[in-house]
């Protein structure tokens, strides 16, 4: 079997974290599997990159943050690469890199101006910090690795800090790339996060994104499964962390992923399903911390629950925009328009809903995109607010979305009402509703300070914390 396996930061956020990381893809090897491992940076690496990156922006290029970020690295080479000459590698390959992280923020720091392009090389070093230090571990371990950047591998369009993959041209260097390591014999640990274009400029593929790296390269490997190591035990029935009670789904199907993703589930980047579920590989979510716990599998079917609802997600920093206006009424085409502009923007509409009045039109958009995408509204709508058709376009930025998903709603009469009942009981007020045409999704726009009393509420009138009967 051929195991793509990803880990997450806090998977390798420390020496003790990538022993066991390394532990964890030499004992599957040993069972005479092929592993491909994909990395993430340290935990907490990216985001000092991204903040060194803007500061120097403004002028505040501090040196002393490469010397940190060479520190905490360094520590963790010390404590775990026995073997000298390879910990000497790996130290040389991380300080070079730092070198670079270095010049460019120096750059950044006289000229004040970081473009999308430069923020992806610099964002992106962390996961060539981290992927020396565990091909490391495991070469010391006796079994021979390598790092591999995966700009040698994935190429992407130029959407600088949400690249998409060109999968065709992807597929044909992980072909020839692991027939290569197929040969030498090598355990390979790839960089998550990054990859390039067909010129050879580093792209990211969106904060989280290593979970995408690793189903991409999944998929053009034709891997067998692609295994997610993360700190919970597998995709839960809400965040653990807003709903202490919330239990582990032993197995879902591509579309909850997918939606539960969408909307909010953080486990898993939201565009990880895709390239796995073409080819029908199952994507297993691991804990690395509780590594014998089963976790979940995704698969095309996934395990229905008799409840119809699976679990219930939320997703704040987002915004609510508002077309309305007494004469949209019978007026065709303002939607069409509205739709149209927001997609001149290329802003994610997170949910739309219409009143059967058609008085209104909402939308919900990421709160970065949301000024930007009432602009262009209002430009493409100058006609209908002159001649009175719409009144006003209005942006309100303290909303949150909640989502329902469950494969098995479609056809369960009553849930809707149940969700209903729950949010009345618990005094929530919901400001829209909207149910996608594929009924695997009721999402719902509520104030921002309802968001978690609205999740807890609906997984305990569901009974999500309980066993589901199948
Ligand atoms: P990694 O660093 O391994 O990529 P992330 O922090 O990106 O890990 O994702 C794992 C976290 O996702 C969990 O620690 C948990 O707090 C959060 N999370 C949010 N929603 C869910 C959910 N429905 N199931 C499991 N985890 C969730
Ligand atoms: N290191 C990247 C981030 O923090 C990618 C990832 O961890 O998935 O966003
Ligand atoms: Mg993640």
Redesign the pocket.
């Known amino acids: 079997m051929l195991i793509v396996m990803k880990f997450?930061?806090t998977s390798v956020g420390s020496a003790e974290r990538i022993a066991e990381a390394a532990q964890l893809a030499i004992h599957e090897a040993a069972k005479g599997h092929r592993v491909v491992v994909v990395t993430?940076?340290m935990s907490g690496i990216?985001n000092q990159l991204v903040a060194a990156a803007e500061s120097a922006a403004r002028g505040e290029w501090n040196p002393q943050i490469r010397d940190q970020l060479y520190e905490r690295h360094a520590r963790v080479a010390e404590d775990l690469i026995a073997d000298p000459d390879i910990r000497q590698a790996a130290l040389e390959t991380i300080a070079r890199r730092l070198d670079r992280v270095e010049k460019l923020c120096y750059g950044l720091s006289m000229v004040h101006e970081l473009t999308p392009r430069l923020l992806d090389v610099i964002s992106g070093m962390?996961?060539c910090l981290s992927a020396p230090l565990l091909a490391g571990a495991i070469a010391s371990r006796g079994i021979a690795s390598h790092a591999v950047e995966a700009t040698e591998l994935i190429v992407t369009n130029d959407r600088f800090g949400a690249a998409e993959p060109i999968m065709d041209l992807t597929r044909e260097r992980c072909q020839a790339w692991l027939q290569q390591v197929t040969a030498d014999k090598i355990l390979p640990v790839v960089t998550?996060?990054i990859g390039a274009t067909v010129e050879g400029v580093t792209t990211t593929l969106g904060?989280?994104?290593?979970?995408y790296s690793a189903s991409i390269l999944g998929a053009s490997l034709d891997a067998d499964e692609v295994w997610i190591w993360t700190d919970v035990n597998g995709v839960m029935s809400a965040n653990p962390a807003e709903v202490p009670e919330a239990r582990t789904l032993r197995e879902i199907s591509y579309s909850e992923a997918a939606e539960l993703a969408y909307y909010g589930a953080k486990v898993l980047?939201y565009k990880t399903i895709l390239p796995a579920c073409r080819q029908n590989i199952p994507v297993l979510i691991l804990n690395s911390f509780n590594p014998t716990d089963p976790g979940t599998r995704v698969t095309l079917t996934g395990r229905p629950s008799s409840r119809g609802v699976k679990a219930v997600t939320s997703i704040r920093n987002v915004s609510l925009v508002t077309i309305s206006g007494r004469g949209m009424q019978g007026i065709p085409g303002i939607a069409a328009k509205a739709f149209a502009a927001v997609a001149a923007e290329q802003a994610n509409v997170l949910m739309i809903s219409q009143a059967s009045s058609e008085n209104n039109l909402c939308l919900v958009v990421g709160s970065a995109e949301a000024s930007r995408v009432v602009r262009s509204l209002r430009s493409a709508l100058e006609l209908d607010l002159l001649q009175g058709h719409v009144d006003d376009i209005i942006q309100d930025d303290s909303v949150a979305v909640v989502a329902v998903v469950g494969d098995r709603m479609k056809g369960t009469p009553g849930i809707a009402g149940n969700v209903f009942a729950a949010l009345g009981t618990s005094g929530v007020n919901v400001i829209a509703i909207s149910q996608g045409s594929s009924e695997l999704n009721i999402s719902l726009i509520v104030g921002e300070n309802d968001a978690a009393d609205a999740v807890r509420s609906i997984h305990r009138a569901f009974r999500l914390d309980q066993p589901s009967q199948p």
């Open positions: 997450g930061g993430s940076a990216t962390g996961e998550g996060f904060r989280g994104g290593s979970d980047h």
